[in-house]
């Protein structure tokens, strides 16, 4: 019975270190609070990920920021998780209503609240957004008898084509057909 505790326990610290693993993934720099904002730097076609380990006393509620830059006009999507770690059904990491927003300009002189996308596994397509720097709010609690929680959110940016881009290809499908019609008749 022993071992099988020291097992759990060490499984739970395995755990939590990997939250914090992940944020050097992100290789973010600031702690999220309003005077530091974390830095996910430029987004673009691979997705840039945020991944924040959280602690304080139970149902206590937390709200972070993240700042971002977009470098062209992109269709921009996003998605949040939050990790959830049971032991012996005690949930010893956790985080309940965890919300995030998207605004314009970086944090705190967003005006335009852009998409919000709300609960474990949300997942939104946040539209077209314009070269520019933005910001995330990141809300939420920590569960009824965890200390700790985790949170992961994800952002990638893929560039609009071009009106030009769809003019040539247009163009090019226009000789391909030319160029049949002209061997039909011949």
Request: net charge negative; proline share 4%; glycine share 12%.
């Given at each position: 019975?022993?071992?099988?505790?020291?097992?759990k326990l060490v499984a739970a610290a395995v755990?939590?270190?990997?939250?914090?693993?992940?944020?050097?993934?992100?290789?973010?720099?600031?702690?999220?609070?309003?005077?530091?904002?974390?830095?996910?730097?430029?987004?673009?076609?691979s997705p840039s990920v945020l991944?924040?380990?959280?602690?304080?006393?139970?149902?206590?509620?937390?709200?972070?920021?993240?700042?971002?830059?977009?470098?062209?006009?992109?269709?921009?999507?996003?998605?949040?998780?939050?990790?959830?770690?049971?032991?012996?059904?005690?949930?010893?990491?956790?985080?309940?209503?965890?919300?995030?927003?998207?605004?314009?300009?970086?944090?705190?002189?967003?005006?335009?609240?852009?998409?919000?996308?709300?609960?474990?596994?949300?997942?939104?397509?946040?539209?077209?957004?314009?070269?520019?720097?933005?910001?995330?709010?990141?809300?939420?609690?920590?569960?009824?008898?965890?200390?700790?929680?985790?949170?992961?959110?994800?952002?990638?940016?893929?560039?609009?084509?071009?009106?030009?881009?769809?003019?040539?290809?247009?163009?090019?499908?226009?000789?391909?057909?030319?160029?049949?019609?002209?061997?039909?008749?011949?």
């Amino acid at each position: 019975m022993k071992n099988s505790l020291k097992l759990k326990l060490v499984a739970a610290a395995v755990l939590m270190a990997s939250g914090v693993a992940h944020a050097g993934f992100a290789n973010v720099s600031g702690d999220g609070s309003v005077g530091n904002a974390y830095d996910m730097g430029v987004i673009g076609a691979s997705p840039s990920v945020l991944a924040a380990t959280l602690t304080g006393s139970p149902n206590s509620f937390f709200e972070e920021y993240a700042n971002f830059t977009i470098p062209t006009l992109s269709s921009t999507s996003g998605s949040a998780h939050s990790a959830v770690l049971n032991i012996w059904g005690i949930n010893v990491s956790e985080i309940t209503g965890l919300i995030v927003e998207v605004w314009s300009d970086v944090h705190p002189s967003g005006s335009t609240l852009y998409a919000t996308f709300a609960g474990n596994n949300a997942t939104n397509l946040i539209g077209n957004l314009a070269a520019g720097q933005y910001h995330l709010d990141i809300s939420g609690n920590l569960g009824s008898s965890a200390h700790v929680g985790q949170y992961q959110v994800a952002l990638q940016a893929l560039p609009v084509p071009e009106p030009e881009t769809y003019a040539m290809l247009l163009a090019g499908l226009g000789l391909i057909g030319f160029s049949v019609r002209r061997r039909k008749t011949a």
